[in-house]
């Protein structure tokens, strides 16, 4: 392949919208990094990113924000701020700008600099086939090529004339395919015997506040069942007071251990996993956990989200081990319609909104607790997910930004 005209010394603009995305960016820089030693980045960056060198113009929380109600109470600050971005980045002029996930603020930045001529990738596509469709257009004005972590997506993006390539999920490359559960039991202080649930209630204000309660009294209930299960919770530091508080509120306290980070450790250790949808339900499929999926929001923003649905799922397990022909709504065939079809196959259990009650929440976690051998089948369904998804993601997108330059 054609070397990229820019030498060693070239720059990136960046911004990843939340903690996920800080993770996903800094797997992406070492990538880039790998090929052009000295490029430099900058933008809205997490700890992630700033350890590969990345400079913080703007912290990645001020980004992390999700529900119709939040955004709007946030919203004329986040326009300030995605203004005084793009006009830094049209000054800086970048080579390239990568808006990594958080499509709400980044494609009409991305739309922005590609029109005065900085080339755009995004990366993470949209998720235009579970919930607003009409992000496509979007999307298809803003990137010059789109970075896809799931298989499925590039050839439904070249429908839509969008160039787009699989890149594999960088988790799938991080995650161990046999994770070593006595060490991280060791790790964290756990008997090589107890059982572990691992609560993970979320990485966002709006989602700890709504499920990490529900969480914890959950955990009371799971307690009352089998008294000898622990439970650790792992927390991200901007958040750590509000799930510690949780915890202590609950009649488990004592069962309860929370953790300032460490939600891999926590994931390796445990026997089942409660969690928020999102990519924590991704990383416990990698880590071949069972797991319950909830999630819980302001009534508004879940009757606006809901009408937008247009898959029965809304947890990543349940959506990549679903049949192909299911992940698209068939032509003529009304959306919320397709979404709410009854006999959609579910392969962990999901609790939305007010079914996310504590009791369904402690029932759910039990039937997996005492199911060792429907728990076992669900290990080797995720394990061949595992190798699905496992792909070099780094020298993937290195290889699709290097013939972006070369095209």
């Known amino acids: 392949m054609a070397q990229v005209p820019l030498g060693d010394m070239w720059q990136i603009g960046m911004v990843a919208g939340e903690a996920s995305g800080d993770l996903l960016a800094a797997l992406l820089l070492d ?22 060198g990345c400079e913080a113009w703007w912290p990645v929380e001020r980004l992390s924000v999700r529900g119709y109600a939040e955004v709007l109470a946030r919203l004329p600050g986040l326009l300030r701020m995605r203004r005084a971005l793009g006009n830094r980045l049209l000054a800086m002029r970048p080579d390239l700008f990568i808006g990594v996930d958080a499509p709400d603020f980044n494609l009409a930045l991305e739309a922005r600099l590609r029109a005065r001529g900085i080339k755009t990738v995004h990366f993470v596509s949209p998720s235009f086939w579970a919930w607003r469709p009409e992000k496509l257009e979007r999307l298809k004005a803003a990137a010059n090529h789109v970075l896809c972590v799931f298989p499925f997506e590039p050839a439904l993006l070249a429908e ?10 960088p988790l799938a490359q991080v995650i161990p395919m046999h994770p070593d559960r006595a060490r991280a039991r060791a790790a964290l202080g756990l008997a090589p015997e107890q ?45 750590l007071p509000e799930v510690q508080a949780a915890a202590q509120a609950s009649r488990a306290a004592s069962a309860i251990r929370v953790l300032a980070g460490q939600s891999h450790l926590a994931l390796a250790a445990c026997d089942v996993a409660l969690l928020a949808s999102g990519t924590a339900t991704l990383e416990a499929a990698l880590f071949k956990r069972p797991m319950v999926i909830a999630y819980a929001m302001p009534p508004l923003s879940y009757v606006l989200m809901r009408r937008k649905r247009q898959l029965p799922w809304v947890g990543l397990p349940n959506i990549l081990c679903a049949p192909a022909e299911r992940l698209i709504c068939p ?11 009854p006999d959609a196959p579910f392969v962990v259990p999901e609790l939305i909104q007010d079914a996310a009650t504590p009791a369904a929440l402690a029932a759910a976690t039990l039937h997996w607790l005492d199911a060792p051998q429907k728990a076992a089948a669900l290990r080797e369904r995720f394990a061949a997910l595992h190798l699905q998804l496992r792909r070099d993601t780094a020298q993937l997108a290195a290889d699709a930004i290097e013939t972006l330059f070369t095209r």
């Open 31 to 52: 990538g880039l990094r790998a090929r052009w030693p000295g490029l430099r980045a900058a933008g809205v960056a997490g700890a992630h990113m700033a350890r590969r």
């Open 160 to 169: 839509r004339g969008i160039a787009a390539t699989y890149v594999g999920h």
């Open 195 to 239: 059982t572990v649930v691992a609560l993970l209630p979320g990485s966002r204000a709006a989602e700890v506040a709504h499920l990490a309660p529900r969480f914890m009294r959950a955990a009371a209930l799971i307690g009352q069942a089998h008294p000898a299960v622990r439970f650790v919770a792992p927390a991200i530091p901007a958040l």
């Open 331 to 341: 032509p003529g065939v009304d959306a919320r319609a397709f979404a709410d079809t």
